[in-house]
């Protein structure tokens, strides 16, 4: 503990507010840990429309055919032009054949006059094929597209670009290309010239909305998610990403719009089980247990195979403390994906609440080797390091987890979590602010900040945390406890007093006056 250093003072009312001090700073308020969402089944972009590959089969884009007689150059020679070729008869010394008259051909030859015969002409070549046309590149991006190949496809229409670099179709084309290659960074910068064009095109918001969601810009997501929808995307997909993108930023108050944008996407196809095991999610996180477990219920049911619908039902039945059946579902989830991350993080979460903290640590190191640029897996070890009083390790893990998601709110309050544990009190505040800053109608990170100011005695500083927490959640008891006690602290003893009555008034514990 670094409090500041107080003489031993003369009188008893002196010391006995030393011991009250010290005693209060070691046990003011509480270093909450945050969970952090669990990760959701993303609805695959509508399949575009291949305008150009449909229109070609129609003829509006006529190619050049190759079987075309008009392609294929006449190679015949000019006609007499050799007699001893073009079938001619040959005087062979004068004498005619059997039957033909005698003077006939000495007539001709003696009468008519002998023209000079053509010089034989070449071969004429064979027309270059034309160069292939915007079309052309269009048409062969898209077939590629059909067929799988990406890289070929991402290349013909940056081919067909280069003829028109103004067109909306090809651009788009290459954006979902780069998206569905995972390179989403540049698939964001071309939906960006798409939608510099044109600014209500429901594919290129939608698409990009997909792109920065992947990288994990949550708040940018949501924005384009809002553009998409208000462009006129209305399926159930949008919604669903739309949720998942809220819940994702992991504030507060964006769970409850989560909830909201889950149902919208129920309403839209009530048999699609993700969006039932998102909404349990959401639901489980606030603690509206019942209704989560009849969600997670219809996940599985509508989807029995659903690695993601059993893994959602087994964290419900551990928070109802049935670790039976939350084993058995946390397990059945591994097992029908041996290689999802997300299956073994979640079994990791189930251990970890029966206090099975050695199965626990291998589910999650089994998550981070699955798939080593999700923060998720790394936050949720840090959690359960912190919790058994690993705090070192537990920073490790928090730190790395801030690396790969800078703007989360959780991350940044666990991680000051275990800086305070270290008495790196400076760092936790560093970080309990971030906390605040990117949840701003969250206490939580306000109120660890004041248990962090009190225990580097700074106690006015302290005072003005609790009161901000206070003021995002007026009717919480213990904050209003802490905050009395850091009015004490502080020396305003009538301002402590105070806050004490409020939070007895709220079923708080009595505070005797000193």
């Known amino acids: 503990m670094n409090l500041k250093p107080v003489k031993v003072a003369i009188n008893g009312v002196a010391a006995i507010l030393l011991l009250i001090s010290m005693t209060i700073a070691q046990d003011i308020g509480h270093l909450g840990v945050e969970s952090d969402p669990i990760p959701l089944v993303q609805a695959k972009r509508p399949q575009r429309k291949l305008i150009a590959r449909n229109s070609s089969r129609g003829q509006a884009f006529p190619r050049p055919d190759g079987s075309s007689k008009e392609l294929i150059a006449d190679l015949s020679e000019v006609a007499g032009s050799n007699p001893q070729k073009s079938g001619g008869s040959k005087n062979t010394g004068g004498s005619n054949p059997v039957g033909a008259p005698a003077t006939s051909t000495v007539i001709a030859s003696a009468t008519k006059k002998v023209e000079p015969q053509p010089v034989p002409s070449k071969p004429e070549a064979a027309p270059k094929p034309a160069a292939p046309a915007f079309e052309d590149y269009l048409i062969n991006a898209e077939d590629l597209l059909v067929k799988g190949d990406l890289k070929a496809s991402a290349a013909a229409f940056r081919q067909a670009l280069n003829l028109k670099p103004d067109s909306n179709e090809a651009r788009l084309g290459l954006a979902d290309v780069l998206n569905d290659s995972k390179d989403y960074a540049g698939a964001d910068a071309e939906y960006q010239k798409v939608i510099a064009q044109n600014p209500n095109s429901v594919e290129a918001r939608r698409g990009r909305a997909d792109a920065l969601y992947e990288m994990r810009k949550y708040d940018d997501a949501i924005s ?78 509508l989807a029995p195979n659903s690695a993601l619908a059993h893994s959602v039902l087994g964290r419900v039945y551990a928070d109802q403390k049935d670790f039976a059946r939350a084993n058995e579902e946390g397990n059945k989830s591994v097992a029908l994906a041996p290689k999802d991350p997300f ?124 009161k901000k927490a206070v003021d995002l959640d007026p009717n919480n008891a213990l904050f209003l406890t802490a905050l009395g006690d850091s009015l004490k602290l502080a020396g305003r003893k009538k301002e402590a007093q105070e806050a004490y009555k409020r939070a007895e008034s709220l079923g708080g514990a009595k505070v005797k006056k000193k």
């Not at 208000?230 to 719009?257: C, H, P, Q, W, Y």
């Not at 999650?364 to 919790?387: E, I, K």
């Not at 009083?389 to 893990?397: D, I, K």
Request: glycine residues 4%; proline residues 4%.
């Open 343 to 466: 299956a073994f993080v979640n079994l990791g979460g189930i251990l970890f609440m029966q206090g099975r903290y050695d199965e626990a640590i291998r589910a999650y190191v089994t998550a981070q080797s699955l798939d080593r640029n999700w923060a998720f897996p790394r936050n949720s070890l840090g959690n359960l390091y912190l919790s058994v009083n690993r705090p070192l390790e537990a920073s490790e893990e928090f730190e790395y987890a801030a690396k790969l998601e800078p703007r989360s709110p959780v991350i940044h309050n666990n991680l000051a979590s275990a800086y305070a544990k270290l008495q790196k009190y400076d760092a936790a505040i560093m970080n309990y602010q971030l906390a605040a800053q990117y949840d701003d109608k969250n206490p939580n990170p306000l109120s660890n900040m004041g248990v962090v100011y009190v225990r580097q005695g700074r106690y006015n500083e302290a005072v003005e945390a609790f």
């Open 224 to 301: 384009e998610y809002q553009s998409a929808i208000k462009a006129g995307a209305s399926d159930a997909g949008v919604f669903n990403n739309l949720a998942n993108a809220f819940f994702r930023t992991g504030v507060r108050e964006n769970r409850d719009r989560a909830i909201e944008n889950y149902r919208k996407a129920i309403e839209k196809q009530p048999d699609w089980a993700d969006s039932y095991a998102g909404l349990a999610n959401a639901l489980r996180v606030q603690k509206q247990i019942p209704e989560a477990k009849l969600s997670a219920d219809k996940a599985v049911q």
